[in-house]
């Protein structure tokens, strides 16, 4: 689904990818992980069109999107939930999700069918419409900017720490959005530092350092390797929780 190639990019005069191979199968959860500055947020700038590559390739589900503008990306399917705090606080929870699908400007008909279609995905939305965004927990808000990347039906999701500065109660509940997008055939390419959590997650896993890829395979694979993960990560640090392998 995702192919990438020999990926080079960096900002000003300064390479921070140098050489980044990187396959994602269709309908997987894949989880970067790597120390600070690794350039794991780098390459989903990358695929977003946020930086234009220096060199290599980025083909999605065969389109060939290297250097290509973030709209143009969009289009093709490829959505990056933005990082936190990107929900209207004032707004509600529909208001917010619904703002999603206005860029391809369809029928308030259709909106309100995606709409429905989500709220049997993420529960909140049927249960709290109404809601000012900004009365939701860290959660839930999340849950709303994950509904709002998928009121266009994208093909892949980008999400880039999907847990940064949570709250434990509320790993569970991007666990929970993380699942149902998987659940909806939706790619799933993201960045975590909460290493167990995303290992939890995801199918496979690719380790980054110094804007290299330096280790890929299963996420069980890369759990698996205790020397790798001390060197890299050190203990688990205090709030820091592993969530509960997905259930079937
Ligand atoms: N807009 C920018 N301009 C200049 N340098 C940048 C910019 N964004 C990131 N960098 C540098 O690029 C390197 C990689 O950054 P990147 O954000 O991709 O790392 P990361 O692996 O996501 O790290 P973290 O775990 O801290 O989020 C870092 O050295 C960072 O300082
Ligand atoms: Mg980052």
Redesign the pocket.
């Given at each position: 689904m995702i192919h990438i190639e020999g990926l080079w990019a960096g900002?000003?005069g300064?390479d921070?990818l140098r050489g980044v191979d990187l396959r994602v199968e269709r309908g997987s959860v894949n989880c970067i992980v790597?120390?600070?500055?690794?350039?794991?947020?780098?390459v989903l700038k990358t695929i977003s069109g946020l930086l234009r590559p220096r060199r290599g390739s980025i083909v999605i589900d065969g389109a060939d999107l290297g250097g290509t503008p973030p709209a143009t990306v969009l289009h093709a399917g490829v959505v990056q939930v933005p990082q936190k705090n990107a929900l209207f606080a004032k707004l509600t929870v529909r208001d917010n999700v619904l703002m999603g699908g206005y860029i391809h400007r369809r029928r308030s008909k259709d909106l309100e069918r995606r709409y429905g279609q989500l709220a049997e995905q993420f529960p909140l939305l049927g249960e709290r419409p109404d809601a000012p965004a900004g009365s939701l927990s860290g959660g839930q808000r999340r849950t709303v900017e994950f509904a709002r990347a998928l009121m266009l039906e994208p093909k892949v999701v980008l999400l880039d720490?999907p847990t940064l500065g949570l709250d434990p109660l509320s790993l569970g509940i991007v666990r929970d959005s993380v699942l149902a997008l998987h659940a909806g055939g939706v790619t799933v390419l993201m960045?975590e530092?909460n290493v167990r959590f995303g290992l939890a997650l995801a199918d496979r896993a690719t380790v980054?350092s110094a804007g290299r890829v330096v280790l890929t395979g299963t996420a069980a694979e890369i759990r698996d390797k205790p020397d790798l993960m001390d060197v890299f990560f050190g203990a688990a640090r205090p709030g820091e929780r592993a969530v509960p392998e997905r259930t079937p």
């Open positions: 900002y000003g300064l921070i790597g120390p600070n500055g690794a350039g794991k947020s780098t720490e960045v530092q980054m």
